[in-house]
């Protein structure tokens, strides 16, 4: 295992810069349908305003819904160390730190649903369901992508598997458009936004700016996939110059992939996951060649 | 107390001492009348009398009668002395003894027709696993050393034998029924630790027959990867709480087994790496499932025992009665989802750890291996917690969903049993933080097997303490994970201190003004898609009688999951056997002068045939 | 590099077709094969090919790009047909197909001991590749419903056959691959008249059904 204390000034730099992304995708999408949108501090006003609320719980629930709200944040935080700024070293890493990272974004995902049943109401439990039967199957897809960015294989074919795969597990994983509706807070095509219905107050704040780090985690990701085939920045200015752009691009791919395309039917989920799974088998088989 | 528990633990206690001083010390124990206690054996032994130890304690006071003690004890006995034995006649002796324990606590579950039949599906299982056993001793003493075709016998009856009696798919139909029909401690005994000796049981028929070829070694990972994936599906589909407990038994069978693959095809490509991570990480893997899965088991029990059902379909709420087996129960959970920060996930850890380690390697068809066994184990650990948020959160989450207290108050657990599974969620933690000091401990049980193999001891230590840099790494997010929540937690108590906090609202329904518990998301309806996308394979049948009509009467849906291997294999063969096995009904007169005379008979004619 | 993407391309193409319900992106995808593979000499020799090559991929393109995808195109008008319904084992099972075919593929091209003089000439990903898209046209053509997805599979298959007759005889029989194509293109045409009339005498399109024939 090997540490590196200065990978803490990164995990600063997503603390402060991860309730950005939200706005600037809602910006896009906005832009594209011709609307000015909300500002784009807009997610850090609604965790602050958050934060500043009493609570409300439901005479249903038990520990285990304030435990959600806790350890889902925590999880992310954990995971954040194990994530590297392309070309840098991430706090922690060691052989097999992505499996970990996956693996903590179970942690919150898990207690998660198990929040969202802690509640008793139908609404959350088919949130929960969905989401687990959506991320099961997107799990091996993440640690194929994970194993094969880990192979540092040239640019060309197998680079641009990788991101495709990549791009379609983190749409669904952070509940964006094609598999997710990030706001319809009431409607039945939801999956991950209904799981946190009856979260209210700091606990709301928190699971807000757990997503928000989630989606910061998978942007690095896209960052790293993108960015490292093709080269391999050197200095720490001009490392972070081009990790801050490929995260603006990055939130601009999303704000387009939202825009451009309606929310894919619930059976058609699941084949969308799979093709990312045929991608991955498929950049594996020219990786080795 | 009574005084069969007194005898288990206190026996259990005196073994796990010298059990772990051979593992320590590396010195192995033996006795001419045929016992050798070595670092294999003794890993075994440990986690057999150390979650006996719980089991026994946790029926302390709920368990009254003689019998079930005297039968608990001598199936605790016999565990230890198969995995002991170092003689064939006294390793089948032991192991048929621990057979017909186990049956007879299977069947104790009362007069119950269900208990009776699943005690002879179980017992009919378990002898045809003995027979292909007892076929394999015979192979491999009638020809010791050899290769070839009767290497290649011995080691597939080697595999169904003791696949069998490990649950290994397709050869796992006795295990949902069984378990269901034991009281809660011995289920968890049967499937935390008994069978596990089907592992061992292997592992010794590999190291007898020389060593595992490669086929071998990828026959075990298609073998665990159908179990892992095949297992945990089919555990999603049922609503029984027990049966989902059994088929996650098939399940983590499947992830030793495809441990122990990997680790066989690396040693005979001759990657140390691979070899040692792999079987490593199966045996880690077989200590922490005895632990999770024993105090899974014996928290189902507990539910069992103080509401009287296993239809999770049923229950409901009970964490605000059962806070303590609730509690124990998430550990539990959480551990056998795979997730961090407990001991399911540093097992898997260490398969994962080898096969990236292989990318670099450059050789093709290993890459393929690692490929395959990481998409296998994330698969089955994404459905592992689907699965688990599912158990937990529909028995001990939300409202109940029919009433309970009706014939008596659902309570807590008794002392004993809430000790006994704190214990066991104890080890989970401390397992899982305490690895990266602990793990090269299995070292010992690796070098034992690949004694021969060409991995010498040192190697394996050197690749073990390369595993524990990693496992520091993860140690280390594993406190940080529990030190974040606790800040997170105490963030949000100061930020909620002096502000109002309602805490008897009712559960938002989007506007619906009349939320009943009947309402609630139910077992069935949480793994509803996932059970859909998987029909082909579980063939859930669904019965459902519409509501007609503007004031529309009763309506009825329920499902009902078959096993695959069961309704197309097992029956029709044993329906087939028995209707040819029917013929020779015109033998059995009843008269007792006749049967005389055919043992005669058949002595005579074995007599010429001796004499001819 | 060349030679790889374009067999990336044609795998994805393949894996769309399992995937997809609209007979429209069926055709696309197929077309889409087609022409990539008609630049497929290029890619293998390098250099600007011999009139014969040359021919042979102006025919082909034209062929597979521009007259097969027009004449669907027709018949899916004119049926007015627009979408597979419910093929058998479902859109998932098709893709899991996929990727279980294509690692088969990729074992038995290991198995695969080519002619010593083709070691070092043919791609290593020819073979895989090849077999891959055989295997997408026949499963197509078993498990879709519609005669015209049939004839698009029958299309793709000879894709697949193309890529083994391309990349792995060393030199192109021309008159080989002509007849070839000569025979699809037969094959699709007469295809094609045959749901004509199915559509006009039956109603529907539905291969599955056409055991209504036996009277």
């Known amino acids: 295992m090997k540490l590196e204390l200065a990978g803490t000034i990164d995990v600063l730099i997503a603390f402060l810069l991860a309730p950005l992304l939200p706005g600037i ?14 500002p784009l501090l807009q997610c850090y006003h609604d965790v602050i305003k958050l934060l500043k609320k009493g609570a409300v719980y439901s005479r249903t629930t038990s520990h285990v819904l304030r435990a959600g709200a806790v350890i889902a944040p925590a999880a992310m935080v954990a995971a954040l160390l194990l994530l590297p700024v392309p070309g840098r070293r991430a706090v922690m890493s060691f052989t097999g730190d992505v499996v970990l990272w996956a693996y903590l974004l179970g942690v919150a995902r898990f207690f998660t649903m198990a929040a969202a049943l802690d509640t008793g109401s139908s609404f959350e439990g ?26 540092h294989s040239s640019g060309g074919p197998v680079a641009a598997l990788v991101a495709v795969a990549l791009i379609i597990v983190l749409l669904s994983e952070n509940s964006r458009i094609p598999f997710d509706d990030p706001n319809t807070h009431l409607e039945l095509t939801m999956i991950h936004e209904v799981m946190v219905l009856d979260h209210g107050g700091p606990d709301f704040g928190f699971i807000t700016y757990a997503a928000a780090l989630k989606l910061w985690m998978y942007g690095m990701l896209f960052s790293a996939a993108a960015v490292l085939p093709v080269f ?53 088989a020219f990786a080795l060649r | 107390m009574p005084i069969g528990a007194i005898v288990a633990i206190a026996g ?9 001083h051979v593992l320590v010390s590396a010195l192995p124990v033996k006795h001419p009348a045929g016992i050798l206690v070595d670092q294999l054996s003794a890993f075994f032994l440990f986690i057999i009398l150390f979650v006996s130890a719980l089991c026994a304690l946790f029926a302390a006071r709920t368990e009254k009668r003689p019998v079930t003690w005297f039968f ?144 071998f070694g990828w026959l075990l990972i298609v073998a665990g990867l159908v179990s892992g994936v095949f297992g945990v599906v089919y555990a999603l589909a049922q609503h029984d709480l027990k049966r989902l407990l059994a088929y996650h038994s098939v399940e983590n069978i499947g992830i030793i087994l495809l441990g122990l693959g990997t680790g066989f095809v690396g040693l005979s490509r001759g990657n140390t790496a691979l070899a040692v991570l792999g079987l490593a990480g199966g045996l880690f893997h077989v200590l922490n499932h005895a632990v999770f899965k024993g105090l899974l088991f014996l928290g189902a029990g507990a539910v069992h025992h103080a509401t009287g059902t296993r239809e999770m379909d049923a229950l409901g709420g009970l964490i605000k009665k059962m806070p303590w087996t609730a509690f124990t129960f998430l550990v539990g959970a959480v551990a056998i989802s795979g997730l961090p920060p407990l001991n399911g996930f540093a097992s898997e850890f260490m398969i994962y750890f080898g096969s990236f380690g292989v990318l670099r390697g450059g050789d093709m068809s290993l890459a393929g291996i690692a490929a395959v066994s990481v998409a296998g184990l994330a698969l089955i650990g994404g459905l592992a917690a689907a699965c688990f948020a599912k158990a937990f959160g529909i028995v001990f989450l939300g409202e109940p969903r029919t009433k309970q207290d009706q014939a008596r108050p659902v309570t807590e657990a008794p002392p004993e049993a809430v000790l006994a599974m704190a214990v066991l969620a104890a080890s989970c933690v401390l397992i899982a933080l305490l690895a990266p000091l602990g793990i090269h401990l299995l070292a010992g049980p690796v070098s034992v097997v690949f004694a021969g193999g060409g991995i010498d001891i040192a190697q394996t230590k050197a690749e073990l303490a390369r595993a524990a840099g990693a496992y520091t790494g993860v140690a280390g997010i594993f406190a940080l994970l529990l030190i974040f929540t606790a800040l997170a937690a105490l963030l949000r108590h100061v930020l909620l201190r002096g502000r109002r906090v309602e805490h008897s609202a009712v559960t938002w329904d989007c506007g619906y003004h009349l939320p009943s518990p009947r309402m609630q998301y139910t077992a069935s309806s949480f793994a509803q898609p996932l059970v859909s996308f998987f029909r082909t394979v579980t063939g859930t049948l669904r019965a459902y009688e519409r509501p007609t009509g503007y004031f529309p009467g009763l309506s009825r849906f329920s499902t009902r999951t078959g096993d695959l291997a069961w309704d197309k294999f097992f029956a029709p063969v044993f329906s087939a056997a028995a209707a040819q096995l029917g013929r020779l009904r015109f033998l059995q007169q009843g008269g007792i002068h006749l049967y005389v005379f055919m043992i005669m008979l058949a002595l005579v004619a074995l007599l010429i045939r001796v004499f001819w | ?67 097969f995808p027009w004449l669907f195109t027709r018949a899916m008008r004119e049926m007015s047909v627009k979408r597979e319904r419910s093929p058998i084992g479902g859109y998932s099972g098709a893709i899991i197909f996929g990727i279980l075919a294509f690692i088969l593929s990729l074992w038995l091209s290991n198995k695969w001991v080519l002619h010593p003089s083709l070691a070092g000439r043919t791609p290593e990903i020819a073979v895989p590749a090849a ?85």
């Open chain 1, 25 to 38: 995708i809602n910006r896009v999408k906005a832009v594209c349908g011709g609307r000015r949108g909300q």
């Open chain 2, 72 to 215: 608990f004890n001598l199936l605790v006995a016999s565990m230890a002395l198969t995995v002991c034995a170092s003689d064939t006649i006294l390793f089948l002796i032991s192991w048929e003894t621990m057979s017909l324990a186990s049956f007879v606590l299977v069947i104790d579950g009362g007069a119950r027709k269900a208990s009776r039949d699943a005690g002879w599906i179980y017992f009919v299982a378990t002898h045809i696993g003995t027979a292909f056993i007892i076929i394999m001793f015979m192979g491999l003493g009638a020809f010791p050393g050899a290769n070839g075709g009767f290497a290649t016998v011995a080691l597939v009856c080697a595999l169904i034998g003791f696949g069998t009696k490990a649950g290994m798919m397709p050869f796992h139909v006795w295990l949902p029924e069984a378990h269901p029909a034991a009281p809660g401690f011995v289920s968890a005994l049967m499937s935390g630790v008994m069978i596990k000796t089907g592992i061992y049981g292997l592992l010794r028929a590999v190291t007898l027959a020389g060593g595992a070829p490669e086929w």
């Open chain 3, 131 to 215: 077999l891959f898209t055989v295997l997408t046209g026949v499963y197509v053509i078993m498990t879709r419903k519609k005669a015209l997805s049939q004839a698009i599979g029958y299309l793709v298959m000879e894709n697949g056959v193309w890529i083994f007759g391309l990349s792995l005889a060393g030199e192109i029989p021309v008159l080989v691959e002509l007849g070839m194509l000569l025979d699809v293109f037969v094959a699709v045409f007469v295809m094609g008249i045959a749901t004509l009339k199915l559509q006009r005498g039956f109603g529907h399109m539905d291969a599955d059904r056409l055991n209504e024939l036996k009277g």
């Open chain 2, 12 to 20: 259990c206690i005196a073994g796990i001492i010298p059990a772990l």
């Open chain 3, 1 to 67: 590099m060349l030679y790889e993407t374009m067999m990336v391309v044609v795998i994805l193409a393949g894996l769309v077709i399992l995937g997809s319900s609209r007979i429209r992106m069926y055709i696309r995808m197929a077309a889409l094969q087609g022409v990539v593979l008609g630049f497929l000499p290029l890619a293998l020799e390098r250099s600007l090919p011999a009139a014969r090559t040359a021919l042979l991929m102006a025919v082909a393109i034209v062929l597979k790009g521009v007259v």
């Open chain 1, 126 to 151: 088919m949130g929960a369901s969905r989401e687990a039967f959506f991320s099961a199957l997107c799990e091996p897809v993440l640690l194929l992508v994970l194993l094969l960015m880990g192979m």
């Open chain 1, 232 to 284: 391999r920045p050197e200095g720490w200015l001009p490392q972070t110059g081009v990790f801050l752009a490929s995260m603006v691009v990055f939130a601009v791919i999303v704000g387009m992939v939202e825009s451009l395309m309606a929310r894919l039917r619930l059976t058609r989920v699941p084949q969308a996951i799979l093709a990312g799974g045929a991608l991955c088998v498929l950049a594996i």
